[in-house]
Nanobody, 125 residues
Framework: QVQLVESGGGLVQAGGSLRLSCAAS????????MGWFRQAPGKEREFVAA????????HYADSVKGRFTISRDNAKNTVSLQMNSLKPEDTAVYYC??????????????????WGQGTQVTASS
């Protein structure tokens, strides 16, 4: 079975930092693009960041650009999200996701097949 397991969430003060990690198993990791999404209470899930199969391309939502960094380690089957300068608006459950790479052009924010269970991030003022 495919499993994506997030870790690293928690409660931090506004302006602080957290690093989320996602460990993948049950799939050929290097064949998948990886993404991070988040969902705040009462709101729809939104795209945060994505990274392509070999890590050479990254995309970010405008709301996190310059503050968050996505990275992957194909040798360890992990993807991470370094979150700096956290704001209360970043408070949400964060999910990692995997989508099979295709030759056809796709949006970085779409085309994901597998999802983790989520980890809570709370940035308080």
């Amino acid at each position: 079975q495919v499993q994506l397991v997030e870790s690293g969430g928690g409660l931090v003060q506004a302006g602080g930092s957290l690093r989320l990690s996602c460990a993948a198993s049950g799939l050929t990791f290097s064949r998948y693009k990886m993404g991070w999404f988040r969902q705040a209470p009462g709101k729809e899930r939104e795209f945060v960041a994505a990274i392509n199969w070999n890590g050479e391309n990254q995309h970010y939502a405008d709301s996190v650009k310059g503050r968050f960094t996505i990275s992957r380690d194909n040798a360890k089957n992990t993807v991470s999200l370094q979150m700096n300068s956290l704001k209360p608006e970043d408070t949400a459950v964060y999910y990692c996701a995997a989508g099979l790479t295709s030759l056809r052009p796709t949006s970085p924010s779409s085309g994901y097949d597998y999802w983790g269970q989520g980890t809570q991030v709370t940035a308080s003022s």
